[in-house]
């Protein structure tokens, strides 16, 4: 006995905690839905490393302004007939040698080509910083979106189940009158299928809201479900002050987009200048400091004299006598290897001058070549300003007109609420059919979803043209 009472206690336990954290669920404001996409946002990601990787180029540029200094060593054994580093004779010996340098070159004049394309990397850098700085207002739309989508999927699905509860409870009545054998039986049959249709127009609602909450996680890059929190999002509704053209004014001036394109235009027209260094010509300086080591190399020091025969005779009397001479004799003794560096080393310092003369038109064709990536990038930059001035046109259309569909829509409501609570009157009194009933519900509830969906058009159209003019962030 006492084991199942502890066996139940624990249940009931387990059903409080997951109750619990069921009532927990956290719920994602805007705010945190725009703060987790630009952590996890994929896209977002690769843009940053495409300024990233422009921030390197610029670095390199300067870089390349700067003198080149290498250094060079190597050691090694070589075995047989070679050439004695030191003396440069001929030798069939084992022979150690070691080499070391220092070298250096630095680049004076090429027609400004490394500067100019230092600036030219300057400017993709920056524009890089705008793209990444333009994909960021892209994602904090998409997302604030996305969320509005949401909104307007749980609004709508609410609006259904309170539909499918007034049906249900007509359901009862017209069930009661039924089995009473009261009434047209035909209205039972009819409240059957009305029941059947709000039922329908729930799972759709409740497919349209599991829709709506994917493209928000997409966005997001989490793997969790997602409960979304409107208290802290504005959702008024008021008619949109600007006019088109005003809109497009600020976008001019606040968007990102503009401006990177701008910088992209300067960097192609550097690049003409990049190009064009190809026709001068290029001077440098350069240096270096050698030395090196062999193991062959000695010195010789005197350490006495001896008597040897030349190997020639004279005749002395008749007799054969052999030269001989005196020699002085030599101890051979290996120089250091610091010695030999010291010993062996040699500077040399010069200037380089490259002129170019024939390369096969290279160098024009490749300024030609320049010079149409910057007409490319000028119609670039025209084609963004007149998708952006129609889009800015279109969506400020559309937000007009759903403006006025929704005051008409609202004028429904209030019109078929009207209509619906006197037949709502009339039918439980017995004086109206129940065709007329449902008929009046069904004008009122559609009125609602309609309403309810033309609200967040407008709200999705006036973030819009906030985004154009820069206030989306």
């Known amino acids: 006995m ?29 705010e945190d839905c725009i ?32 003198p080149s200094v290498n250094g060079n060593f190597n ?38 080509r490394l500067l100019n394309t230092a600036k030219q990397n300057r400017l993709n850098n920056h524009a890089s910083q705008l793209e990444t700085e333009a994909a960021q207002q892209d994602l ?17 699905l609410e609006l259904s189940k309170a539909r499918l509860k007034v049906t249900r409870q007509q359901l009862k009545i017209q069930k009661d009158f039924f089995d009473d054998e009261l009434g047209n039986p035909a209205d039972y049959a009819d409240i059957l299928g009305q029941v059947a249709s709000d039922e329908t127009s729930v799972l759709v609602s409740e497919s349209s809201l599991n829709n709506a909450k994917l493209s928000l996680i997409q966005l997001l890059n989490i793997e969790t479900n997602i409960e979304v929190n409107s208290e802290t999002m504005l959702l008024g509704f008021e008619e949109y002050k600007l006019s088109a053209d005003e809109v497009y004014v600020d976008a001019l001036q606040n968007l990102a987009t503009f401006k990177a394109k701008e910088l992209r235009i300067d960097a192609a027209k550097k690049s003409v200048s990049v190009a064009k260094s190809q026709f001068t010509p290029e001077i440098s300086i350069f240096g270096g400091v050698n030395t090196n080591y062999s193991s062959a190399a000695e010195t010789f020091t005197a350490s006495g004299t001896s008597i040897v025969s030349t190997g020639d005779y004279v005749t002395v009397d008749g007799q054969d006598l052999l030269v001989m001479t005196e020699q002085t004799t030599f101890d051979a003794q290996n120089i250091a290897y610091k010695d030999q560096l010291d010993n062996n080393l040699n500077t040399v310092v010069g200037v380089a001058v490259n002129v170019p003369l024939f390369n096969g038109f290279r160098a024009k064709n490749n300024v030609a070549l320049r010079k149409i990536e910057v007409k490319e990038s000028l119609l670039e930059l025209e084609r963004t300003h007149l998708d952006i001035k129609n889009a800015i046109a279109q969506v400020h259309f559309d937000m007009k007109a ?37 008929s009046s519900k069904n004008n009122l509830d559609n009125a609602l979803v309609n309403r309810a969906n033309a609200k967040y058009e407008y709200l999705l159209r006036t973030k819009v043209l906030d985004y154009y003019r820069g206030l989306v962030n």
Do not use: C, H
């Open 75 to 112: 050691v090694g054994v070589n075995d047989g007939r070679s050439i004695d580093p030191f003396t440069n004779d001929f030798i069939n010996q084992e022979l150690t040698f070691s080499n070391l340098g220092l070298s250096l070159d630095m680049t004076v004049f090429n027609g400004f």
């Open 2 to 30: 006492r084991n199942k009472y502890v066996l139940a206690t624990i249940f009931n336990l387990m059903v409080w905690s997951i109750f619990a954290q069921n009532d927990a669920t956290k719920r994602y404001s805007l």
């Open 35 to 66: 703060s987790i996409a630009l952590e996890n946002n994929l896209e977002l990601k690769s843009t940053a490393l495409l300024e990233n990787s422009a921030k390197i180029n610029y670095q390199q540029s300067k870089a390349n302004l700067l």
């Open 140 to 156: 904090i739309l998409n997302v604030t979106l996305a969320f509005l989508q949401v909104l307007n999927a749980q609004d709508v």
């Open 402 to 438: 759903v403006y006025q569909r929704y005051q008409s829509i609202e004028k429904q409501v209030e019109a078929y609420q009207e209509s619906f609570r006197i037949n709502e009157i009339r039918f439980k009194n017995g004086v109206s059919n129940f065709l007329n009933y449902i």
